[in-house]
């Protein structure tokens, strides 16, 4: 059925119809908008896959690095040196060899092995010489002094050993002398020797202190 329309009515409803044009999205508006939420998708994958790649480039950079660096270090690795082969672990027979070594000599008088029996710096104290013995000049001369007095017979009474370390060691000793044709027939010494290792791995008594006994 027909309805006539005012003009006025009319009017308002073709000013209703357009402003409903206006508000209503064309149909392909829909479609439109699904097609910029794709390609923001699309974009914000490319975006973070580039981000992925550009971290996992830095990675690669950073361990390709470490490598270069291993590299150059294994190819000025130094030579391998023979190891220092391991010390001993000193004992008292030992010590007591070494101190009485340079005896063995004794009856042929060689001053050499009683001169390096001391080393460069060895102090003490002798029993003929007041000062304290600082110097190797006269170390040297003391035993130069205990081999004219011709001793061919040193017999020890007593010894003790005392290590304190495989470097270091104390020898106390009671030693009787005596000499056929020397200038004193006998005598007798307490002494204290220390022994250290040097650089050389040898041991040389670096000091001494020795005395005659107490007259009875």
């Given at each position: ?66 490598l270069f660096i291993v590299t150059l270090t294994g ?142």
């Amino acid at each position: 059925m027909l309805v006539d329309l005012d003009p006025k009515d009319a009017e308002r409803h073709g000013a209703a119809s357009g402003r409903a044009s206006q508000a209503t999205p064309p149909p392909n508006l829909p479609i439109f908008a699904k097609s910029r939420s794709l390609v923001y998708g699309i974009t914000k994958v490319r975006i973070v896959a580039e981000l992925r790649q550009g971290v996992s480039m830095q990675r690669s950079r950073l361990v390709l690095a470490a490598l270069f660096i291993v590299t150059l270090t294994g190819c000025h690795k130094p030579p391998n040196l023979p190891a220092a082969a391991p010390k001993t672990r000193l004992t008292e027979e030992e010590a007591i060899r070494i101190a009485t070594a340079p005896m063995a000599d004794w009856d042929t008088k060689n001053s050499q092995a009683l001169d390096t029996m001391y080393a460069p710096d060895a102090i003490g104290f002798e029993p003929n010489t007041a000062p304290l013995v600082a110097n190797g000049a006269a170390w040297l001369k003391i035993n130069k002094d205990l081999l004219a007095m011709k001793f061919d017979k040193v017999t020890v009474q007593m010894r003790k050993v005392q290590i304190l370390s495989n470097d270091v060691f104390i020898l106390t000793s009671y030693t009787d002398m005596t000499s056929t044709n020397g200038p004193m027939s006998s005598t007798t010494w307490r002494c204290t020797d220390v022994f250290q290792r040097l650089s050389d791995g040898k041991f040389r008594i670096v000091n001494e202190h020795c005395s005659y006994p107490p007259k009875p």
